[in-house]
């Protein structure tokens, strides 16, 4: 039986060695190479040859053999030291060559022109610009201060390091500038937001190439002014990728779905950038739903994703609560060999959060190795949503003691635990400390979280203390605290005065509307309840719609108050009536029609509540969940009094283990008992 030869068997001349390599794909050919080299030659030319391709191989791995091959030759020729500078300046450790580069002028070897571009990178991608001042001193006393694409890079440099004048200034000492040149220019006033100028370089230029019309298309939608890209767009005379993905990530940043999903379908090809491009749209903009079906036609037509994908579904599954996806994208992650980074740790510890499992948040936050700011603040957050005041609080200690210094983020996240845990002097200590103990002056989102956890424990007057003294005009979100303070604890008088101030604020809010006109009805004032409403109106202003949904077998489904769109609404509603008969005769339930502030009918008001969307979503869970499984809502809003009620009941007598995220937390419902413990 005849076998194919191995190339690899034979000894290499010094023609074959990029023949041979070629073939290379994995770490243990090119090892079977070198040792053929070595067995057969031991030339140190071939072995430079090899280590330089190696070093420009698309292939990770290869580049640290070469380095390995490298530090084994006793001289190294130049072009060898060239090779690996240019490869380390574009890897992830790019700090990495500038003491190669100080290594070959210690070893008396002069570098080139193909020495300096890539070691100004290198600085560059570091942020090393005094280093970057260093080698361009060398650049002058070789005598290269006029090669194009290095004053390019000695461009770039400076515009990174915010020196933009000497950017300028070598730009107009460039005698012999070409488009290079000029690109570089226009991409230095992008990178500081200054589009006039890099329109007037632009428009200088006698030739222009696809990199000068895509550095302004970026740059516009930088700064949000996305006809003016559009506008460019349209004029270029030949488009590449670069272009419709830099036009899509501009419509991407104006949130103009719309217009990117248009652009993505016109798109004459399509590569990963372009897809997790209208990923992050569906994701940002709150189209989680659209962006998981996205994520189906991707691999579908064998786009492999990268981690920004998998950021950007995480993010969905999250904005969903759609766990069980969230579970199978995770060991799509682990399967397919994706780093679990900071930034994907981080997607996946947010996901779990906002999907109820908090257990594995925690796991996934403990398993990563690298843990910023970021990581610490979604935890922490993880922990305040869902009540865990105890455990947010001994994580920030962690984080402190980890030498990671908490941020303004931090705090909220800390106050927010305080808030939900109801913890009136922690919180009001915690926002105390911030300037004297950690230098961070408090923001007007810290004194919110503070006002909402007093107005939540009934303290209004402190609420209102606290607004006055603050340093700066309470935003709409803190008066909306104080506001749901008062409906809470029905301070009629202060509640109407800050529900109109809000309306004022916000006329085109429709909670706050609700809220104000929720505050008469409870006070029996229904002529005021009708104006406001009747505002509403007029304004144009419509309710925001109380939405349920619960996961099953990798399916969302989605509820409504008084829902009869779903294929099975029959049976939800023959199980809602069982539900309902049960608790009656169980526990002697009866709804809690002082929650429905509407002037009707007792009768009417109970049917109201009886079809509130978490409700039919729960029945709809009891139908199809295994009774070991435990039933996952997410609600868009706060859930009521009486459902909240009626969720302990079921949880009790059903047995059941009932979680449930509604605007502001999480709640935990078993054996008739809430985590929240009625306070939320």
């Keep these: 039986m005849s076998r194919t030869p191995n190339p690899l068997t034979n000894p290499p001349s010094n023609p074959q060695i990029l023949s041979l390599f070629n073939p290379c794909k994995t770490l243990r050919h090119l090892k079977q190479l070198h040792a053929q080299i070595i067995t057969h030659h031991n030339s140190p030319f071939q072995l430079s040859a090899l280590a330089s391709l190696s070093a420009l191989s698309p292939f990770p791995t290869f580049l640290a053999y070469a380095k390995t091959i490298f530090h084994h030759l006793q001289n190294p020729p130049p072009s060898l030291y060239n ?12 700090l990495e060559a500038l003491p190669l580069y100080h290594t070959m002028l210690q070893s ?7 020495t300096y571009p890539f070691v100004i990178k290198a600085c560059n991608e570091s942020s090393v610009t005094w280093f970057g001042l260093l080698v361009h ?3 002058v006393k070789s ?5 194009s694409y290095i004053v390019s890079s000695l461009i770039h440099l400076y515009a990174n390091g915010k020196d933009l004048g000497a950017a300028k200034q070598l730009f107009n000492l460039c005698s012999d500038r070409d488009v290079v040149s000029w690109n570089a220019m226009i991409d230095g006033y992008v990178k500081h937001v200054e589009m006039g100028h890099a329109r007037m370089v632009f428009d200088r230029m006698v030739c222009r190439d696809v990199i000068s019309w895509n550095t302004m298309i970026n740059g516009y939608a930088i700064v949000g002014k996305i006809d003016e890209a559009k506008r460019l767009f349209d004029e270029m005379p030949e488009r590449n990728l670069v272009s419709w993905n830099s036009m899509l990530a501009g419509f991407v940043k104006c949130g103009n779905v719309e217009d990117a999903f248009g652009l993505f379908s016109e798109m004459p090809c399509r590569d990963v950038v372009s897809w997790n491009c209208m990923l992050a749209c569906y994701a940002q903009c709150g189209k989680p739903n659209e962006a998981l079906a996205l994520f189906d036609q991707m691999r579908a037509v064998g786009v492999k994703p990268t981690e920004a994908t998998v950021v950007s579904l995480l993010s969905a599954c999250a904005h969903l609560g759609a766990l069980d996806k969230g579970l199978h994208l995770h060991t799509y992650i682990n399967d397919n060999r994706i780093e679990v980074n900071s930034i994907v740790g981080t997607a996946l510890v947010d996901m779990y959060a906002k999907c109820g499992k908090i257990s594995l948040a925690t796991q996934v936050f403990n398993a990563m190795e690298s ?12 922990m305040a949503i869902h009540g865990n005041v105890k455990e947010a609080q001994q994580l920030f200690k962690e984080m402190k003691e980890a030498g990671v210094e908490p941020n303004d983020i931090t705090f909220v996240a800390m106050l927010s635990a305080c808030s939900h845990a109801g913890m009136v002097d922690e919180g009001q200590k915690l926002l105390d400390c911030m300037s004297s103990s950690y230098g961070i002056e408090p923001k007007v989102e810290h004194y919110g979280c503070v006002i909402d956890l007093l107005a939540r424990a009934g303290l209004l007057e402190e609420a209102m203390e606290l607004i006055g003294t603050m340093p700066m005009e309470p935003n709409p979100s803190a008066l909306g605290a104080l506001l749901g303070g008062c409906r809470i604890h029905g301070n009629f008088e202060l509640g109407e005065m800050v529900g109109k101030r809000l309306i004022n604020l916000q006329p085109c809010h429709s909670g706050r509307y609700i809220l104000l006109s929720n505050i008469y009805a409870a006070a029996k004032k229904w002529d005021d309840a009708r104006k406001v409403r009747n505002l509403m109106k007029v304004n144009g202003i419509s309710k925001v719609p109380g939405v349920s949904v619960i996961e099953l077998k990798g399916m ?3 509820f409504v108050a008084g829902d009869w769109s779903h294929p099975e609404s029959n049976k939800i509603y023959e199980k809602l009536n069982e539900i309902h008969t049960r608790l009656k005769s169980a526990i002697g339930y009866s709804a809690d ?12 008001k109970e049917h109201a509540l009886a079809v509130h969307s978490e409700k039919l979503a729960i029945a709809y869970g009891l139908l199809h969940l295994d009774s070991k499984e435990a039933i996952r809502i997410v609600k868009n809003l706060r859930v009521c009094r009486d459902c909240h009620h009626v969720i302990k ?15 502001n937390r999480f709640h935990h419902f078993e054996d008739g008992e809430c985590s929240c413990l009625d306070f939320w």
């Design 143 to 147: 005598g290269f201060e006029c090669d």
């Design 649 to 663: 009941l079921i949880s009790k007598v059903y047995g059941r283990e009932i979680i449930v995220r509604d605007r």
């Design 108 to 114: 008396g070897l002069k570098p080139d022109h193909m």
């Design 593 to 604: 029609t002082g929650n429905v502030l509407l002037d009707m009918e007792e009768e009417d």
């Design 371 to 382: 843990k910023d700011v970021l990581a610490w603040n979604t935890i922490i957050a993880g």
């Design 83 to 94: 090779s690996l500078i240019r490869a380390l300046s574009s890897s992830k450790t790019p």
């Design 556 to 558: 969302v489904h989605r």
């Design 137 to 139: 001193t060398h650049v």
